[in-house]
């Protein structure tokens, strides 16, 4: 049967080339392209695609979920998110995942998660 590699999110930018130097900047991305019309940023096995948008409520309306090893070691080197964008405090919620939230400069959500308890689910 044919697999699915890999998802990529798409967020609406009101500016892709503040958007990408942002995610390069705060959260350790590395720029894939970087043009006023599409961006791509990509940070271990992920891509974040960028598409042109000046509509804010798009983006305050969209979010991705990333699964990921160590909850508080990433928060840790994103903690420069606050700067320009909005980042929450790891915690464990009710539903069994220990996670933290980063808001980027357009609205856009990025939920980042493990299990609180148990092995990490890949």
Known sequence: MPRITKAC????????PRA????????????????PDYGIVQRDMVEVHFWPCQ?????????AYFRVEDVDGLYAQM???????RISA????????????????DGNL?????????????
């Open 20 to 35: 990408v130097a942002w995610y390069r900047d705060r959260l350790g991305f590395r720029i894939e392209r970087d043009r």
């Open 55 to 63: 509509e804010r409520h798009i983006a305050e309306n969209t979010s």
């Open 79 to 85: 903690a420069g998110a606050a700067e320009g964008g």
């Open 110 to 122: 990025l939920r980042f998660g493990r299990p609180a308890t148990g092995p990490v689910v890949a």
């Open 90 to 105: 790891p915690e464990n919620r009710d539903w069994g995942m220990r996670e933290f939230y980063v808001w980027d400069p």
């Open 9 to 16: 999110p798409l967020f609406a930018s009101a500016d892709i």
